[in-house]
């Protein structure tokens, strides 16, 4: 696929190559990675100014969508992606192949530190969700000041990078100025912009001087760059993001058996499917994490979760109306984001609508049938996530309406969770080609179980 930037992303590339350093605070889904490989890629091979570049990605991200945006374009379908990841001796082995780009899951850091010592080999440095290195007191954090020094250039990526307010900035803004602007401690950085409240002697808290954060705003403009001044950056209405998903080895190996046999024994469950009809019911099941057996469900794996929760969180709060396809999904995210602080909501009546309009819930789950028609969202927020694709054009574009609509304030970004190499895939195909019918999933469902039971499958 050709590349044509906007206006805004030409302009986040020409900063990350001018630049020693720089912070990118982009929302979710405006394309900070296909930028930062562009970049990359004329450091590396036009200027010849790097050559190992590593990225520090939340784990799922480093997985698949590094990888995936390189092949997706055209003018960087010859990087070369090495990703640092899996056992002791995976990384090792992933540390010495050559390669353009190294990706590393951020609880890797510190092992990779240690691993090279006095030797550091990246002479540039990516973060990929900056907003994950706030705190000073982390060990990830730590280690990454320790190289710093040998860093030549240095990317940080956020959309939130100060979600709880201006105290989350002194750590971000130290990796990619050493202290400069925003002072080299943070007792210093507290002592120049917060008062401190004692109580009782027993905790303190801080809260915000006058006019602090206007001034520290206008010390870290020269080397951070916030997308959200749209007076001066031109941004589509919407922007429709595809996410990768990688299955683990166990669901893979799950996955492509019961394609191409239609039948699958887990434990003491058997799944069958008789038809391509409930063969692609039962794989998009599994796409997701779980799928109905005989008399329950049955857990597959938990990757398309992991990357859902680690979306949550580079949202930091941001309102996300989330669509599932099963029921089994809705038990499986209520689960997980229970685990969370966040405020979340089902769509069940007018007074969930309400709560959502209000803003008084950060995640809104919904089923599309259930919200395909006549619903005004649009107040609540302007992130959609689709964790389970549905076969229906109609009811995709019509969920996708309830925030895209007339009345939107903002940007709509709609978010598509897709396991590679998997019906997933060819279920966002058809929506893209607008041809979601049932009709056109069965013949690309049957074209590709022709095309696995011809291949070499290995059990």
């Known amino acids: 696929m050709k590349y044509k930037p906007h206006e805004y992303q030409s302009y986040c590339i020409q900063r990350i190559i001018n630049d020693k350093a720089v912070g990118l605070f982009l929302d979710m889904g405006l394309g900070k990675t296909v930028i930062t490989l562009t970049a990359v890629n004329d450091l590396k091979y036009n200027r010849f100014e790097i050559q190992r570049c590593l990225v520090i990605a939340p784990k799922k991200v480093a997985e698949a969508t590094w990888s995936k945006e390189a092949e997706k374009w055209d003018h960087l379908k010859h990087l070369r992606i090495s990703k640092i990841l899996g056992t002791e001796s995976k990384r090792i082995r992933a540390v010495n192949t050559p390669a353009d780009v190294y990706v590393v899951n951020r609880e890797n850091v510190p092992w990779l530190v240690d691993h090279y010592r006095n030797d550091w080999k990246f002479d540039m440095v990516v973060v990929d969700e900056l907003s994950s290195f706030k705190s000073n007191k982390a060990k990830r954090f730590k280690c990454l000041t320790w190289v710093r020094p040998h860093i030549k250039k240095f990317v940080g990526l956020t959309g939130t990078p100060a979600p709880n307010g201006m105290m989350d900035l002194w750590a971000q803004v130290y990796l990619l100025d050493n202290g400069e602007r925003l002072g080299k401690t943070i007792t210093a950085y507290r002592q120049a912009y917060f008062i401190q409240n004692t109580h009782g002697g027993n905790f303190s808290t ?25 007076d001066y950056i031109k941004l589509p209405d919407r922007t429709d993001v595809v996410v ?28 069958d499917a008789g038809t391509a009809a409930v063969l692609s019911n039962k794989l998009l099941q599994m796409c997701n994490g779980a799928v109905y057996g005989e008399s329950s469900v049955i857990e597959i794996h938990n990757c398309k979760i992991e990357a859902f929760m680690e979306l949550v969180e580079a949202a930091q709060g941001q309102p996300m109306l989330v669509f599932y396809n099963f029921k089994h999904d809705l038990d499986r995210l209520k689960l997980a984001l229970a685990k969370t602080k966040l405020t979340v909501g089902e769509l069940k009546s007018p007074k969930d609508i309400d709560k959502w309009n209000n803003k008084e819930l950060n995640i809104l789950l919904a089923h599309p049938a259930s919200a395909a028609y006549g619903l005004n969202l649009q107040a609540g927020g302007n992130h959609i996530v689709w964790f389970g694709l549905n076969w229906s054009l109609e009811l995709y574009q019509q969920a996708n309406a309830r925030l895209y609509r007339q009345g939107q304030k903002d940007k709509v970004i709609i978010h598509h969770l897709v396991v590679d190499d998997s019906t997933d895939e060819l279920v966002m195909n058809a929506l893209k080609e607008k041809s979601g019918t049932q009709e056109a999933l069965l013949s690309a469902l049957k074209a590709k179980i022709k095309e696995v039971k011809n291949g070499d499958f290995k059990t």
């Open 206 to 230: 801080f809260e915000e001087k006058q006019e602090a954060a206007e001034e520290i705003r206008q010390r870290i403009s020269d080397i951070c760059i916030s997308m959200k001044a749209e």
């Open 244 to 271: 990768p998903v990688e299955l683990d080895s166990k669901a893979r190996k799950m996955y492509d058996k019961f394609e191409k046999e239609m039948f699958l024994q887990i434990d003491e469950d058997n799944l």
